[in-house]
């Protein structure tokens, strides 16, 4: 599987921001998309994801600034940014997790996207 990040830019804080994430595979086949985050000199971290079921999940850092949404008839997910600040600056990457009939949980990243917020 293979992820195609892209939407990353310089913003102002207290602006906006769209990433976009196309799998190479159809997203139904996806068990959970994700975005995840590595801040300078920081630890990657997750930012949010979204089920088959279109349940999301968000880390607290983001929440009510951050909004996860997929569209199947195009095959894409994004990440709607709002609300930047300064912290929020980071690569980020598009993940996706795929389990198996086997249990087993298959783990596959996009190449990162970068953000950048100005103070």
């Known amino acids: 599987v293979q992820l195609q990040a892209s939407g990353g830019g310089l913003q102002e804080a207290g602006g906006s921001l769209t990433l976009s994430c196309q799998p190479s595979v159809t997203i139904s086949g996806i068990d959970v998309l994700g975005w995840y985050r590595r801040a300078p000199g920081k630890e990657r971290e997750l930012v949010g994801s979204?089920?088959?079921?279109?349940?999301?999940n968000y880390a607290d850092s983001v929440k009510g600034r951050f909004s996860i949404s997929r569209d199947k008839s195009v095959n894409m997910m994004y990440l709607q940014m709002s609300s930047l600040k300064p912290e929020d600056t980071a690569v980020y990457y598009c993940n996706a997790r795929i389990v198996t009939l086997a249990r087993s949980t298959l783990n596959y990243w996009g190449q990162g996207t970068l953000v950048t917020v100005s103070s």
């Open positions: 979204i089920d088959t079921s279109g349940s999301t």
